[in-house]
């Protein structure tokens, strides 16, 4: 009777844990679900529902943003200024008009060692005609055309001088044109410089005059009313000619070195015996167109004053797009040009 009860209790405990087994199965069974996604409808959105809760929906009304107001400032990006469409040209020059005759003596520069000298109805052009296919050191181009058209200052030029060929100086094609141009002129200057114009022809034959000199040895030219002393003035170069230049019309005179060297390191270089000896402290010379650099070395100073003593003194062989600034400080009787086709009258005694 012991043992069924033992195995009757037995059984009824395996029963009981069956129960267990199967209430925990279906515990499991009824967990939370699996979330699924779902196309949210535009009109509204719902909750899904779960087993303790309600069903909740919440209606959601479609927004459409407000248009932009009228005045509402926008954003430009910058733009790059446009280039102008025209190259700036330079100011026009005012050219003078044609003159018969000016009362006194005046001078204009034309660029590096070149000038233009009026004195009543005589004008004397020195190196003003070159071209150095550089326009840093070149007149401009419409200046040029002029002096060879022999248009206005440039109209009856009598005389035109090279002191010698350099092509800062002198251009055998510019002195024929103007030669061709003008009737009246007379071109002088050393040999090398007149065989490049009769290169071409003999057109201008009896209208150019060579100049041969030797150390020391000068030449006396009268030419359409011009007295003019022609001096061997030297560059520097051996068997090279420079020609100093005193030119004299009415009661004015005037004395242009060319390139004059007073450089001692140079060999042939000019110094105040050599000028002294040509005896332009007596010329009354009223101005003296010498080198810049004559200017600037103490040692060149006493050329200046006891050598040529010429009432007034112009420093040349610079650009007029760079001129001196000091010189004027350091000698009172200085005229230095600064700008194309500037004028000086020489004023009275």
């Known amino acids: 009777m012991h043992q069924r009860s033992f195995f009757e209790n037995a059984w009824n405990i395996k029963w009981l844990w069956i129960g267990i087994l199967i209430v925990c199965l279906v515990s499991c069974s009824q967990g ?12 509204a959105i719902s909750t899904s529902p779960s087993p303790d809760s309600t069903t909740t929906s919440i209606p959601v009304t479609a927004t459409t943003l407000p248009p932009s107001p009228t005045n509402t400032p926008t954003l430009e990006l910058p733009t790059e200024t446009p280039l102008p469409t025209e190259i700036p040209t330079l ?20 660029d590096n060692a070149g000038f233009l000298i009026t004195v ?36 009856q030029i009598d005389l035109v001088i090279a002191t010698h060929s350099h092509a800062d100086h002198f251009s055998a094609d ?12 007379v071109f002088v200057s050393s040999q ?6 009769n290169r071409a022809g ?41 020609i100093g230049l005193v030119i004299t019309v009415d009661d004015y005179t005037f004395f242009h070195s060319g390139d004059m060297v007073t450089d001692s390191t140079m060999g042939d270089a000019v110094s105040l015996a050599d000028l002294q000896g040509y005896g332009l402290p007596q010329k009354g010379i009223d101005l003296a167109f010498l080198p810049i650099q004559i200017f600037l070395l103490d040692e060149d100073v006493i050329l200046i004053e006891e050598g040529i003593q010429a009432r007034y ?17 350091n000698f009172s009787n200085a005229v230095v040009f600064k ?7 020489v004023p009275l005694e």
């Open 32 to 43: 939370p679900s699996t979330a699924t996604t779902e196309v949210v409808d535009t009109d």
């Open 202 to 242: 003999d057109e201008f034959l009896e209208r150019v005059i060579p100049v041969d000199l030797e150390p020391g040895e000068s030449l006396h030219l009268s030419i359409n009313g011009i007295e003019l002393d022609c001096l061997y003035i030297s560059h520097g170069i051996p068997s090279f000619l420079n």
């Open 313 to 329: 003194v112009s420093p040349m062989h610079y650009s007029y797009r760079y001129p001196p600034t000091e010189i004027e400080e």
């Open 192 to 197: 090398d410089a007149v065989r490049q114009i």
């Open 120 to 155: 009543g109805d005589k004008k004397i052009l020195i190196d003003a005609l070159f071209d150095t296919n550089n326009q840093n050191t070149t007149p401009p181009q419409e200046v040029l055309q002029r002096a060879v058209n022999g248009e206005p200052p440039f109209d």
């Open 91 to 110: 100011t026009p020059i005012p050219w003078p008009t044609s003159e018969a005759f000016f009362d006194g003596a005046r001078v204009t520069f034309i």
């Open 339 to 345: 700008d194309i086709l500037e004028n000086w009258v």
């Open 174 to 185: 510019l002195v024929r044109e103007h030669l061709r141009n003008n009737e009246i002129a």
